[in-house]
């Protein structure tokens, strides 16, 4: 077997270090942040306080002048739009805390009522799951401390979002003034700020993780296996509220999207972000909620259950057995590692190659992604070697399966190359320089139908390369290490999350200093600048919805393999009716899930087009300019109808695992996991990039870089209302419905291991009856 070659003290050093250093990190980017000022001033003009004047000080003033940079209403302008961003994503993060408060707290208490009462509540000791002949702490320890986790869990992905919006809100109008300078000025403003939201993620979500298990072990001293029972529940914590996150944020940001376009540009026929459109605060407002905090929950909740599962796994395996603590936090190992590795990459992009066209903005956000990847896979190459013995066992349903240190290498190696690869599949179908979306934008020359029919053609299609990388990286990693190498596959996938989050929060970042430019009345050629930063931060996002997606697939099968050992099922048997009613069930879910989203949308989104309407056609001089519109009841329409529509998918997805495993028992329940894994992934891919293409498909019109492009334009021509008019079908698709999915399958996973001790004891009760 022999031992790693890093002593226990090391991991126990190395992994808080490496997460303090991704705190420290983030906060010096946003002190670099922090240095364009939003107040008119000398200071304003100079070129970032950085010293960068006396490189060319002479072309710089001539710019200022030029583009009338000290122009100080425009700053105050900026400032001002900015806090009414800023106040109104916090009002609405804050309502829905609230709501979400409660449920936490409802749900915690059930937890404990469920898990404690599978023993009576007892406070002896008992024989252990997976080795009875050795005694482990009571089901109440278990109860107490899943509780303990669930809430830490839940707390820590609630901040994680938080911190995220108050990050971009901060630097949205930033972004704005930078642009003034030149677009490699503004691209670095923006993936600072994103990157400050990576690092304060991945950081946090680490620490908080290893400060639990070294505090959870003072109870558990040697009961491993009860310990890393209980941990789990911190996975379920972050993704649950990621799940209300997610769901609402959308709502919230679609709502008011699809209200802003169908109104302002195809009725009215005024640019995106216009000032005069009474929807467009709220619309800036959504980019925060929904694709900011919203999408740092989702990956938080990603991470936390990858690194679960994968303990989970090893505490029944020769780590846990014979007590091998660096071997055991293996997977921590590399989380922390991965920061170190997206901390050098990050100064790629801001400090190593500095952008000065707008065409090298794509290309710099592209080769993030695969320098992290190389990077991360020699980093995993040194884990691998000085973490883990040569040769050791791991749990494989019920029996112990050799293997050696490289092939768990090859298992992480290989989810984190799978990863780069739907990245790139699906830039390739949302980038409209390449040719599936050119031929969705071509298409809306013969009106709105056939540019559906062609952007669902093309979301349908853009699942095969991912579903195949998907399925390889299962088969590779299931042989050489069973289910700990699906849990570790994923956490490779994840790996890079600090540089994945910095590039996908840098998207509506740039989206929103484009509406504040517009709305701040900047010339053409700023709106110019920020178009292209947001057009590249379009499919950066479709990009890092791949990831989240990929790795929910992964996350939720290694926590399902998880369940199936916890709940001693031995195999789960297609061909038994309850499995396979089970599997029809569990199939149909995201299905339900995505008509009620939708609908939510939908029906959230009248609301607003409603009172826009009102208030074009009530407020004299509006859309002349003169009059001010009601900004703040477009805000309330938008928070009230999201807090009200998030809780019935959400509901949906939190009492199936527990209707379900109470009812019909623990082989059911396994049959619906499959069954809503297997299709949630292959919808949830394809509406975000349906709405990706149709977004970029609208963009290209209106750019009109290319030719092609020029002989379907400009905006207002036919073809371009076609395009709005696919835009904002595919709005909900990809920033409602497609990311929320991959919450659902993992949320439900997760959910049931939790749940398992209970499920097996007491589960089942139709079944048992007849």
Wanted: proline fraction near 4%; charge should be negative.
């Amino acid at each position: 077997m022999g031992s790693p070659i890093l002593p226990d003290l090391g991991a126990e050093i190395l992994i808080p270090v490496c997460a303090v250093i991704g705190i420290a990190f983030s906060l010096l980017q946003w002190v670099l942040v922090s240095k364009v000022k939003l107040s008119p001033g000398s200071d304003s003009a100079s070129p970032g306080n950085n010293g960068a004047g006396g490189k060319n000080g002479c072309a710089d003033y001539l710019i200022e002048e030029e583009e009338g940079l000290n122009d100080h209403n425009v700053v105050l302008k900026c400032a001002e739009i900015q806090t009414a961003i800023s106040e109104g994503a916090t009002s609405f993060l804050f309502t829905e805390y609230q709501y979400v408060g409660i449920f936490m707290v409802a749900f915690a208490i059930l937890i404990f009522v469920f898990l404690g009462s599978v023993e009576g509540f007892s406070t002896k000791s008992q024989p252990c799951t997976y080795d009875q002949s050795k005694t482990c702490k009571p089901a109440l320890a278990t109860a107490i401390f899943s509780t303990i986790s669930f809430l830490l869990g839940a707390v820590t992905s609630v901040i994680s979002g938080f911190l995220g919006m108050k990050i971009a809100t901060y630097a949205n109008a930033r972004t704005t003034l930078e642009a003034r300078k030149g677009v490699g000025k503004a691209f670095i403003t923006a993936f600072r700020s994103g990157a400050v939201m990576g690092f304060l993620l991945a950081a946090n979500g680490l620490l908080v993780l290893y400060i639990a298990i070294n505090l959870f072990k003072i109870y558990y001293g040697d009961d491993w296996g009860g310990l890393f029972e209980a941990i789990t529940g911190y996975g379920l914590g972050g993704s649950s509220m990621a799940l209300f996150g997610r769901v609402g944020g959308g709502i919230y940001t679609k709502a008011a999207d699809v209200g802003a376009d169908l109104v302002g540009k195809v009725e009215r026929n005024i640019p995106e972000d216009d000032p005069r459109n009474p929807a467009v605060i709220a619309d800036n407002v959504g980019d925060n909620v929904g694709d900011i905090a919203g999408m740092g929950s989702d990956l938080f909740g990603s991470y936390a259950e990858s690194s679960c599962a994968a303990l989970v796994v090893a505490s029944i395996s020769s780590f846990g057995i014979n007590h091998e603590l660096t071997p055991m936090l293996y997977p921590l190992i590399i989380s922390a590692v991965g920061i170190i590795v997206c901390l050098i990459t990050t100064l790629f992009a801001t400090d190593f190659f500095e952008i000065k066209a707008v065409k090298e903005i794509e290309p710099s956000l592209k080769r993030q992604l695969i320098i992290s990847t190389v990077l991360m896979t020699i980093g995993i190459a040194i884990v691998s070697w000085i973490a883990l013995p040569s040769s050791f066992t791991i749990f494989n349903f019920g029996e112990q399966k050799d293997v050696k240190n490289w092939q768990l290498f090859l298992c992480v190696s290989v989810g984190l190359w799978a990863g780069l690869i739907i990245g790139f599949v699906t830039e390739y179908y949302t980038s409209n320089a390449y040719s599936p979306v050119q031929d969705v934008a071509d298409s809306c020359r013969t009106g709105a139908a056939t540019n559906v029919i062609f952007g669902l053609a093309l979301g349908y299609k853009s699942c095969i390369i991912p579903i195949f990388a998907i399925a390889i990286s299962i088969f590779v990693s299931f042989s050489f290490a069973a289910m700990y190498g699906i849990a570790v596959a994923a956490l490779g996938m994840l790996s890079t999350i600090a540089t994945g989050l910095a590039i996908d929060a840098y998207g509506p970042i740039s989206d929103n200093a484009g509406g504040i430019a517009e709305m701040a009345g900047m010339s053409h050629r700023i709106r110019e600048r920020t178009d292209a930063l947001d057009a590249a931060g379009n499919t950066t996002a479709a990009i890092g919805k791949g990831f989240a997606i990929g790795s929910a697939a992964l996350v939720s099968l290694a926590l399902f393999g998880a369940f199936v050992s916890r709940a001693a099922i031995s195999t789960v048997d297609v061909l038994t009716p309850k499995v396979f009613i089970g599997l029809l069930v569990g199939a149909m879910l995201p299905y339900w899930f995505s008509a009620m989203t939708m609908k939510s949308v939908g029906s959230a989104a009248l609301k607003m087009v409603e009172e826009v309407r009102r208030q074009f056609n009530t407020i004299p001089g509006l859309m002349e300019g003169t009059a001010k519109p009601d900004y703040a009841t477009c805000v309330k329409i938008s928070t009230d109808a999201s807090i009200k529509e998030m809780i019935p998918p959400g509901a949906l997805v939190m009492l199936t695992p527990l209707i379900v495993g109470i009812f019909f028992g623990v082989e059911t329940l396994s049959g619906v996991l499959a069954g809503s894994l297997v299709s949630g992934v292959q919808i949830a891919i394809s509406a975000s990039n349906t709405g990706g293409a149709w977004d970029n498909a609208k963009k290209y019109i209106e750019a009109g870089a290319s030719e092609h492009a020029r002989t379907l334009g400009p905006k207002g021509s036919d073809p371009h209302k076609a395009a709005v008019i696919g835009d904002t079908i595919g709005d909900p698709l990809k920033d409602t419905s497609g990311p929320s999915l991959n919450i659902l399958i993992k949320l439900m996973a997760v959910e049931s291991l939790v749940f398992a001790p209970f499920f097996a004891t007491h589960g089942g009760l139709l079944f048992k009856m007849f």
